[in-house]
DNA sequence: GAATATATACCGACGGTCGGTATAATATGC
DNA sequence: GCATATTATACCGACCGTCGGTATATATTC
């Protein structure tokens, strides 16, 4: 099955296309982003983007997609776990969305102000369809299972796994709101996660879970998320220049 | 401060350019309606257009902002009526959005599909950071007093009665995305329904309130909401020519 | 294994649209 | 008739997406 190798053709020109993207949207934002600073990003040319892509919007598409798989691939073993509880498994599900939010953090602090701009709702609008789509599958099944095993009050769960989802959607938006809305406070940004709390404990209790279930409530948690967004993380490479020789 | 009269002069060329944007927004969307468009429906020219608004975001923050107004009349005077208990001032509440719904439902009927389309989240999103900034003085008002009579079981008034309506708005969204996904499908919009039932009977629980009192559960509701959405609406004039001499 | 045909990857100029600006012209109040 | 408010027109530059075309690699045929 050895590929055959073409001298002037990329290894993955559409992945680099993707990346570059990726880039230059979290950076600067999407509207602000013309086609063409991807294509010097990447070096390759205008004939060529439109080769893979039929259009921009189907590039966010594509980012938007690789990074939902990202967390989707650290989701999707959680509902057949053997050993957890449900609640456990809940705690996981949120756990690891969290994780990749922290992992993530050096990238999305730099982003989110971009990001959270009203102009770039586009990009958020998109990873939370996102997430509900792909994720809700797995949650749906961890809530099934606990609506059976009644550690969970809920009548359907896959209406409710997709609406827990939307919730969490929901914050992430109040979450934009305030970073935005206090933009360089440092204390804001635990107020933020005070906030966050009481959707997190809202959510518990229309499940009929107790407190502490889905919101982790541990020091470390916050600690490590404090860290990442005082700036601990390792920035970004700096340089935008894309193409070199 | 007598306005200046001039017989070329509109009467209030700032409001036409805003009606105007609103019709052409919600039939085709804001990424597709060009400002020239705007301006052809109004008779005036893009100088006018620029000395009223500095840019085209700036009209769809006027049109938006006008929409929240209508609702936001509805809903302000319910917290401090005299007689109302908080149970029913939280229905009131609910219920004049959704009233607001239902009377405009022959334009929300037709600019549906064209609003919930991705490209127009901005319109959305707009809409619903502004209803939460504008709304929630009123329903924490009623949230506060509940929490103090011991109807309502929340701890902090503000935060929970944003949260409820970005809650709402996350039903909103539910709802945008099944309409979508199941266009012509008749039986779409009652399998909506139940689901929005979903939403407001969670939220309910999370208050701690008895199931109903904020979701209307009265026939009547869906009869008219069917009406409504089945077309027996007026339809809109069907004319795009607003300029009469 | 040379010749031919075809698919893949890529190029870059160009068209047309659109948001926004500059500036001139006209109206109105004083 | 002058200052200010309002409107018209011409224009700019950025941008998305298209299109005709090229080059290289593979497949086919003899």
New interface residues.
């Given amino acids: 099955m050895a590929r055959p190798r073409r001298s002037q053709a990329r290894e993955d020109a559409k992945g680099e296309f993707v990346e570059a993207a990726w880039e230059l949207f979290s950076r600067r934002g999407y509207d602000a982003t013309p086609v063409s600073a991807i294509i010097e990003k990447v070096g390759l040319s205008k004939g060529s983007f439109y080769y893979y892509f039929t259009s921009k ?1 189907e590039v966010l598409d594509a980012v938007v997609s690789r990074i939902v798989d990202e967390i989707s691939r650290a989701v999707e073993p959680i509902p057949s776990h053997p050993e957890f509880t449900t609640q456990e498994k809940m705690r996981s599900f949120f756990r690891a969305i969290g994780d990749w939010k922290v992992a993530n953090m050096d990238i999305i602090r730099e982003a989110a102000e971009v990001i959270y701009r ?2 770039n ?2 990009i958020r ?2 990873m ?2 996102m997430v ?1 789509e792909r994720l809700s599958p797995a949650l749906a099944e961890i809530v099934a299972r606990g609506i059976e095993e009644g550690a969970i009050d809920a ?2 769960a896959e ?2 796994a ?2 827990i989802l ?2 969490f ?3 992430a ?2 979450q934009a ?1 305030s970073f935005v809305a206090a933009k360089d406070d440092p204390a804001a940004l635990m107020r933020v996660i005070r ?1 966050a709390e ?2 997190m404990a ?2 518990e ?2 499940l ?1 879970v107790s407190r502490g279930v889905l919101s982790p409530l541990d020091a470390d948690f916050e600690e490590r998320l404090q860290g990442a967004v005082s700036g601990e993380g390792m920035p970004r490479e700096p340089g935008l220049s894309g193409e070199r020789g």
């Fill in positions: 919007e009203d102009e709702v586009i609008h998109k939370n369809n509900v009548e359907e209406g409710t997709e609406m939307r919730f959607n929901a914050m938006e109040m709101a906030k009481l959707y809202a959510i209790k229309m009929g």
